[in-house]
């Protein structure tokens, strides 16, 4: 009741004008209602710069615009001007002979909601904010190294004019659009940013900007925020790409993925995503609903700690050089990994956590990607296998039926085999995915402490201490989708100190020299690059940093009261700011 008291008051908050049926006035469309299942927003990181999970990124992609903009029509980057672009900076490029410069134009009508006008300013500090290391930034993994310590990614980001940005790489690279697009601007002079080589960045941390924003742009700008309770946006009235209809987007927490469903069902919800595949049925049979399918993009792992949890380091040194990683008692041996692999029925699993909504992955790429290797089986289940694999790794069956060391190569002799294995509390998908997964290793041998905490906890323990045994998440392809993971995998990108995004600390040289070689192709040659990406799926198939699981089907849903509802796969509110709230 209390949440409901709340939700009723915030959309009282942001109501402008009566609600009429189809009312087409900015602000007068009725405020769009979404759940968000576990209090999984970090909303201690509302600027853009800083937010490390999707239900963050969903909120303040509504306040902050992309450099480079993307087509719902071909799923492909595009510019200003173009169909379906909307809330996007640059009108144009151009891309040196070398591949090493980009010059980007910007639109010159934009401005912040306090009415200063946005420019390369903006776009540079965003930049220069990231690659100070001084925020903590998840895009400081994108500042990042090939095999043999080069640095990749951007080298420096250069102001032309106010409205022209130019972007100079220290290698070719395949994905420099959708590096350029990961960093979001945001308004500089708020930080008192002075355009000074020796600005202090340090003024970013903990600045009232992580928990209200105030200062957008966008078709919404902040509004209000209640901890565990919901945040809010209203219309942006005077928005210089079109008039905003809805008066509003309120996000708000539910404990779980059944209640998100209940919520919408009742009404006090009007826009759904992410809901489980148990009620995905319900939603296209309900009376009022318009649910739209799409091939995933989205995919659950178990991530293995295959360093020494007790010294967490990063992966490399700030020359370049490699950082011993140590191992992990446990995982550190790749036959314990392979192991737990055959032993988990991950088409069970699709059955049983996804009501077969859903497709194995026989590695890191997903079947859909143009990259995907058909030739790669995924590995099978076989406990028969698993239990021979943890034999030979000096992992037998004890007296009391639990397996212990007895020759293994990392742990003490004597270690029973057992560890403990989190994921983020509230996701029924991924607590279902762990119970199976605790009950089949149970059948080996292997005790497995399965926890299902709250997603900051997570986030702390694993993306930022490095101290865990194993883990469940998943990780949604960017848009538009590329198969480079050097992000994933690479171990410039392994940094405790930055939640870098290679938290099992894995490394192979032969990867990383391929992973490299794939983002740096001449041409960008989509058929050469593939070649390589088959390899780089055989290599991380046979490494197993993840236990490989599933692929899962995309569904978006909304109250048929929401006219102008037209979502699109990955960007399903692309014209957000059309929305119609025809009734209340």
Same mark, same amino acid.
């Given at each position: =009741? ?12 942001? =109501? ?556 399903? =509110? ?11």
């Amino acid at each position: =009741m209390k949440k409901a008291v709340v939700i009723l008051v915030t959309i009282a908050a942001l =109501m402008v004008a009566p609600v009429m049926a189809l009312a087409q006035g900015p602000g007068e469309g009725g405020p769009i209602i979404e759940g968000n299942f576990g209090g999984s927003v970090n909303f201690g990181a509302m600027n853009p710069l800083r937010n490390n999970d999707t239900a963050t990124n969903e909120y303040t992609n509504l306040l902050f615009p992309s450099i480079i903009g993307a087509s719902p029509y071909t799923q492909d980057f595009a510019r200003v001007g173009e169909e379906g672009v909307f809330s996007a900076l640059a009108t144009d490029w151009e891309v040196s002979e070398d591949g090493l410069v980009y010059t980007i134009h910007l639109r010159q009508d934009a401005k912040w909601t306090d009415g200063e006008p946005l420019t390369a300013e903006d776009v540079k500090f965003a930049f220069d904010a990231v690659a100070s290391g001084v925020i903590d930034s998840p895009l400081y993994g994108l500042i990042n190294y090939d095999a043999a310590g080069n640095p990749l990614g951007i080298a420096e980001v250069n102001i032309i004019d106010d409205y022209t940005v130019e972007y100079v790489f220290n290698q070719a690279s395949c994905t420099a659009l959708g590096t350029i697009g990961s960093y979001r601007p945001v308004p500089a002079h708020v930080f008192g940013y002075d355009g000074s080589e020796d600005f202090d960045f340090s003024v970013m941390v903990d600045h009232e900007f992580d928990t209200a924003p105030s200062v957008a742009y966008g078709p919404f700008q902040f509004a209000q925020f209640i901890p565990g309770e919901a945040v809010s946006a209203s219309a942006v009235l005077d928005w210089n790409e079109g008039p905003v209809i809805p008066s509003g987007f309120i996000y708000t927490d539910v404990p779980d993925q059944t209640v998100l469903v209940e919520q919408f069902l009742a009404g006090q919800t009007n826009y759904i995503e992410g809901a489980p595949v148990s009620r995905r049925d319900d939603l296209r049979n309900a009376p009022g609903v318009v649910a739209v399918d799409f091939p995933g993009n989205a995919w659950d792992y178990m991530a293995f700690n295959l360093a020494d949890p007790e010294n967490p380091q990063p992966g490399r040194a700030p020359d370049g050089s490699v950082i011993d990683q140590g191992n992990h008692p446990i995982f550190g041996d790749v036959r314990v990994r392979r192991a737990i692999q055959h032993a988990i029925n991950v088409p069970e699993i699709i059955e049983g956590a996804v009501f077969g909504e859903g497709s194995q992955m026989p590695a890191n790429i997903i079947p859909t990607s143009w990259a995907f290797d058909e030739t790669l089986d995924p590995i099978p289940y076989d406990p028969e296998m698993a239990a021979q694999l943890l034999d030979e790794a000096g992992w037998p069956v004890g007296p009391d039926g639990v397996r212990v060391c007895q020759g293994c190569m990392y742990a003490e002799e004597g270690t029973p085999f057992e560890f403990t294995l989190i994921t983020n509390q509230g996701n029924t998908r991924r607590e279902a995915i762990g119970v199976i997964i605790q009950d089949a290793l149970f059948e080996l041998g292997i005790n497995v402490d399965f926890q299902a905490v709250d997603f900051q906890t997570l986030l702390d323990q694993t993306f930022g201490a490095q101290t865990y045994d194993a883990f469940i998440l998943g990780w949604q392809e960017g848009f538009p989708s590329d198969p480079d993971q050097i992000q994933l995998f690479h171990s410039s990108n392994d940094d405790p100190s930055n939640q870098a995004s290679n938290v099992t600390s894995y490394y192979n040289p032969e990867f990383e020299r391929l992973a490299v070689e794939a983002n740096t192709v001449p041409g960008c040659d989509p058929e050469e690059r593939a070649a390589i990406y088959h390899q780089i799926q055989r290599i991380l198939q046979e490494d197993q940093p993840y236990v490989w699981l599933f692929v899962q089907n995309l569904m978006y849903a909304a109250s048929e009261d929401v006219v102008n509802f037209e979502p699109y796969a990955n960007v399903p =509110m692309w014209n957000v700011h059309t929305w119609t709230i025809s009734a209340q």
